[in-house]
């Protein structure tokens, strides 16, 4: 049976370009909010406020040093794996799309909340940078490896095994009151979809939809490669054509 660190190691000494570029804007935002206080994490109540860049700028946006710390050996420890699997567009889309979309799922479980409860209902008022990240990452490891025993913290589980226990952990927390087991739950199922929601015939539906004017213009951008080769290739072999007709036209001595 395969396991995943029969390849060579995924992990790396230096961070990977994905991963180094989420730990150097995280490091850049924690500057900037500590000289300036800028709104960028994410609150629901700002949001709807029509203070939308948080969906994106939440995924770098640490609330304590703590969690900026814990934010980089998250992206240290595991974006390197992540990132190497997924590549670096991906995983950066990961990041940020599947940390937009997180994050727009908390929004309306909070909508869902103050309408379904009592005033004064509990507030969903942040959530945290790097659990967000930490679970985007853990969904999206999960799906990829779900039936394939691999080490996760030391013990040997398979994919779904981390999968369920990532979401009991993220729903007895909720329980205890912690808002941001709100986005990390969410964070979970994104990054579940992002690795598996092809296999599904509504989410590849819309996931072509959206792609399909990009992927239509790596076609024709490939296609007018090929044909620029092709034809250097033809006139390549016309020359050689026509210069062995030469030397069959020399009268042999």
Known sequence: MR????????????????ALFLMAATTVVVIVRA?????????PEAV???????????TVTPMTPFGWLMGLLVL?????VMERMLGTGRFLALCFAGGAAAYLGTLLTAL??????????????????????????V??????????????????LRGRTIFYISAAIDLVFLLYGYPDSVSALWALGVGFFFIR???????????????????????????????????????????????LN????????
């Open 35 to 43: 000289l300036a206080p800028v709104p960028l994490f994410f609150l």
């Open 76 to 80: 240290y420890l595991f974006g390197n």
């Open 197 to 243: 929601g092809g296999e599904f015939a509504q989410f590849r539906a819309a996931r072509d939809w959206a792609t399909g004017p990009f992927r239509r213009w790596r076609i024709r951008r490939k296609y007018k490669n090929f044909k620029l080769v092709e034809s250097e290739m033809q006139r390549m072999w016309d020359d050689l054509e026509d210069r």
């Open 3 to 18: 396991r995943m660190f029969d390849d060579p190691p995924l992990g790396g000494v230096s961070p990977l370009p994905g």
């Open 48 to 58: 709807l406020n029509g203070a939308v860049w948080q969906l994106l700028t939440a």
């Open 139 to 156: 969904g999206a490891f999960a799906a990829r490896l779900w039936n394939t025993p691999t080490f996760f913290n030391f013990v040997q």
């Open 112 to 137: 869902a909340v103050r309408l379904l409860l009592p005033s004064p209902a509990p507030s969903l008022a942040f959530a945290a940078s790097s659990a967000t990240l930490f679970s985007l990452m």
């Open 246 to 253: 030469r030397e069959d036209r020399r009268p042999r001595r």
